[in-house]
């Protein structure tokens, strides 16, 4: 919404709602698979008061600074409704540890989200997102067990996060209705431990330079243009 006006203006004006893990259903294929977030005409209007993005914020315990609290209370209110035909549908998937043993896993999840996306509607903005963890440590819960030292998985860096990247690339992406692949991509680099102490973004290497298109705030801005373009007469 802060990218785009026409976005904006759909929320304030209740043209648009939010889904959370909804679940779309590819006609081609009749696959059904649950996307993160999407942004949709709504099915039906409700009389009673729905949750909102800052109620789901709250419940999640999402933390912002000032700046950007600021700008969160500065745009209207989303409800989340029952959703109708989307029209946004974001798909978003972490490596945080045994990069290259999930590359397969990770690759198949993200293009079967688009396959679906556009199986149920070739108009809808697909879009992806990849988180991948650069630290050369990783405290992975499921390795723990009560009583036991910790075990602290070892990476290769950074050539795991380079090679998860550049499988990443491999993703088909399109620039038009019609054909197979993504409308937008953004592959997202972090440092995290796991062992309490605070997550960090990389933003030089191996994270993704600007300019390619695939940095979160390049994928935002390529959406909010898609969204624009394809549903100015809503």
Known sequence: MCTSALLRDHVRTGKVTIGVNHTMLDFRQRRKKDLDLVIARPAVQSETRSMTLRDIATKISVELDAEEQNAF?????VE????????????????????????????DELNSSQ???????????????????????????????????TIVTAHRQESATLRTIEKLRQLPRRTQPGEDGF????????????DGSPVQ???GSPA??????????????????????????L
């Open 80 to 107: 989340k409704k029952p959703v109708g035909s989307v029209m946004i549908a974001l798909e978003a998937k972490a490596c945080m540890t045994a990069h290259i043993k999930s590359l397969p896993r990770l690759y």
């Open 183 to 194: 409308d937008a991509f953004g592959i997202l680099v972090l440092e995290l431990h796991n």
């Open 115 to 149: 396959q679906t996306i556009h199986g149920a509607n070739d108009a809808a903005i697909a879009c992806g997102l990849a988180m991948i963890n650069s630290s050369e440590d990783f405290i992975s819960p499921g390795l723990q067990r009560d009583g036991l030292p």
């Open 73 to 77: 209370d500065a745009l209207p209110e």
């Open 201 to 203: 973004i990389v933003r």
């Open 208 to 233: 993704p330079a600007l300019g390619l298109g695939e940095t979160y705030d390049e994928m935002v801005t390529r959406v909010s243009s898609l969204y624009d373009y394809r549903f100015s007469t």
